[in-house]
């Protein structure tokens, strides 16, 4: 079964009359300014082949997604085991309290504090944290033209009181070894990321294949540790509803405040849903939908 595209217009036309349901982030200002009514998706099978529906070329900001990226940059470091965990942390993923009695080790690096583990994990090994992130996204998804939105960075930067509190108490903690304002800095300017459905689907594919990308010589992972990223996906890669997630979708995921949510199917596609009006936990509520639909309909899923 992989005629993705009458599955893909099939959704889209289901799903149509339900587009702007939810509520896009406004927490960070400029994303509030996006228009709830927009809809993209995008499927690219293991063997390169492209399906797409809807807005599926226009960036958007990645936000959340970004910790796919940086956690893949970093999975052969040997310190970062011991600096973060890999439970779902059954919290919001910006809470400060799990942090405090977990005494600084966040409980995966999906959530925001094992993401800015992350980012300094990047700036220890690399001596910069931004520029490289965004070379490796542009390496892996065979793009040049993606950038960060300095706008969006900027906007974040300015209401990110919670990250930053998060940020030094991580240093309270000795858990973060850098400068606190460089990392965050590049922590911002990762989540501004903007690719589209079909940058995004490009770049997962390295996740489908075993931790090699059509788009770069050398394999990105090896196997083992794709299934590593693989797994912290399923178990948290959603925010707090990943169980509801695994149960109605039973893909891999990650999914960003900006409405995104890239999914993989070993050996089979990566498949990247747009639409920025969230649940209540902070999941794209139709990009959910149409995942499930998608795995229902072509009764692909990892279970
Ligand atoms: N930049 C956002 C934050 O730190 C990312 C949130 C997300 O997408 O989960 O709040």
């Known amino acids: 079964m992989d005629d ?32 709830p009514q927009k809809f993209g998706m995008a499927v690219i099978t293991a063997d390169g082949r ?16 970004s910790k796919l990226f940086t956690l893949t940059m ?12 890999r439970e779902p942390s059954g919290n919001a993923f ?38 490289v992130v965004l070379n490796f996204v542009r390496r ?46 590049a922590y911002f300017h990762h989540c501004s990321i903007e690719m589209s459905c079909v940058q995004l689907a490009k770049a997962g594919l390295f996740l489908v294949n075993h931790g090699k990308s059509p788009y770069w010589s050398v394999p990105i992972l090896n196997a083992r540790e794709t299934k590593y990223i693989n797994s912290l996906m399923l178990t948290c890669g959603t925010y707090d509803a ?33 639409s920025p009006g969230l649940n209540d936990v902070g999941n794209s509520l139709l990009g959910t939908q149409v995942l499930s639909l998608f795995t229902t309909k072509t009764g692909m899923s990892i279970f």
């Open 4 to 35: 993705y595209q009458s599955i893909l217009d099939e959704i889209y036309t289901e799903l149509s009359p339900r587009f702007g349901e939810g509520h896009v982030a406004t927490y960070i200002p400029e994303l509030a300014k996006i228009e």
């Open 50 to 65: 492209l399906f797409q529906v809807g807005r599926a070329d226009e960036p958007f900001s990645i936000q959340s997604i």
């Open 74 to 85: 970093v999975m052969g470091e040997p310190a970062l085991w011991q600096r973060t965990g």
């Open 94 to 131: 910006n809470s400060l309290v799990q942090l405090e009695y977990e005494n600084g080790i966040p409980r995966n690096p999906f959530i925001n504090a094992g993401a800015l583990v992350v980012t300094d994990l990047i700036l220890s090994k690399h001596g910069n944290a931004k520029e």
């Open 140 to 185: 892996i998804s065979g793009q040049s033209d993606i950038s960060f939105n300095f706008t969006v960075a900027a906007s974040e930067e300015s209401v990110g009181f919670r990250n930053k509190a998060m940020a030094y108490f991580l240093k309270s903690f000795g858990n973060i070894k850098g400068d606190v304002e460089v990392v965050l800095d």
């Open 242 to 274: 990943v169980g509801d997630f695994a149960y109605q979708v039973g893909l891999p995921a990650k999914s960003g405040v900006g409405g995104g949510i890239l999914a993989v199917m070993p050996d089979q596609f990566a498949v990247c849903v747009w």
